[in-house]
């Protein structure tokens, strides 16, 4: 394998046991290195430009927590809040042969001396392209797998992306403000220019009006109008070929040319075209070149990045909204002190089966342990989310909610129901294993049957609470 074939592909998230830099075992060509007119051994020398770079890119973006660094993130729904403080990826080792990346939930794109660092999805980037059209409420099963994943992890998910979220926002009409206009004409609308009236020797039935009126004539119109233009011009075109229509509708309006340098950042204020507003930042980002993009940044470090942990789990509610009732996700109802004031509690998925019984489940990204079982810190997290609701609803049942590979279901066959005691109350404690298929065209009949298993009769869930 080669350094560039290892960091574009290799990769990927939450790896349990880190990915060994030794991967790498091709050395004809040189990776942030220059052997031309060494005398010395030239697979050396590239195996120390190999170091070098990871060295490099973890001192200078990925020790650092996501809070401390300005890079370009998706962020999929305003009720999630990303974990700030976690890093991109962690180092153990210090040579070619020991060294070992260790990654977790951010997935995404990083380009660094013109050389790509992909932290790619562990079940596959066509999953990924799954959970995001599912998210953004347009699930394209025809296209999957169709876009060319050689463009680079954090070219083809903007882009795609930003499809979603265009389509869904064209869904309520092009976005269109007031404007004033001044006409002379026959029906009086808005204020009358006084000063011309004054003036006209005798009234002709017309009357100089100022008045205001809906225009699609904006800045808005105009990005996204630039965006599309550029984006079906370019490599990107297979990605967005099926928004032709919205492409011609934006170019049926008589846009005016743009500054990009002196552009405003404006967002949309009338809550009904809410939706444009991110529309909007990642036009601008595609006219910037503002993502990771090898070849094209003007910068030597460019990053597009994102939380999968929280993708996944709003595509999680998603799934069970399609069969059960959730308490929205930012209700607050409860909070614990920290020393200085509260933090609120918001447990990933609360079910409502209705006369003031409920299910509380947290939602986790992570792979589970089959030796271990849950980790520690997360039965804390859970039992502090049943024990607070406890104070108000009947909990019936509760649980930690996994992706799993259908390749790997078969280790659930061995695990049994457990109890979760609060307060002198038994509490049904459940494993539920959300399975991903190997073959995605089938992934809708399992969403579909999976809000089946997160209820009080279901037998088919399978649990564990190890130590």
Known sequence: MRAKDFFDSEIKDNSFKGHYLNQITKFS???????????????????IGIVNFVKELHRNIASKKVSELNLTQIIFDEEFE????????????????DLIIHTGNIVGSIVYKNHNFNINCRFGNDFLQYMIANTSGFLELENLGSINKNLGLGEWILIYYWKLQLKKAFSLGIYKTYQKKRDIITTIRGSININ???????FDGKTDCEFKEHSYKNELNTVINMALNKVFKSKYQPIVSDIYNIKNAFNSINNRSLNLKTLQNKKVINP???KYNQVFDLSLKILRDEFANVGESKSELSAFIFDISLLFEHHIRKV?????????KNKKEFSIPNGIYENNIYPDVIIDYGNNNVGVYDVKYKNFDFLN????????QLITYVASHLNKYNVVECGIIYPL?????DKTLEMTDQILNIDKKEIPFKIGFYKICNDLKEQTKIDKEFGEQLSPAANIVYSAFGG
Do not use: M, W
Not at 87 to 97: D, K, M, P
Not at 196 to 202: N, P, Q, T
Not at 373 to 380: I, L
């Open 196 to 202: 011309s009236f004054l003036r006209k020797e005798f």
């Open 405 to 409: 590979k259908e390749s790997d279901f």
């Open 373 to 380: 079982g849950v980790k520690r810190e997360d039965k804390f």
């Open 272 to 274: 009904y075209f809410k």
């Open 29 to 47: 060509v040189d990776f942030n290195c220059d052997t031309y007119r060494k005398r010395t051994s030239h697979q050396e020398i590239r195996k």
């Open 82 to 97: 990303a974990n700030e403080e976690q890093r991109i990826f962690e180092l153990s080792g210090y040579g070619f042969n």
């Open 320 to 328: 069970l909204k399609q069969r059960l009732t959730l308490f929205p």
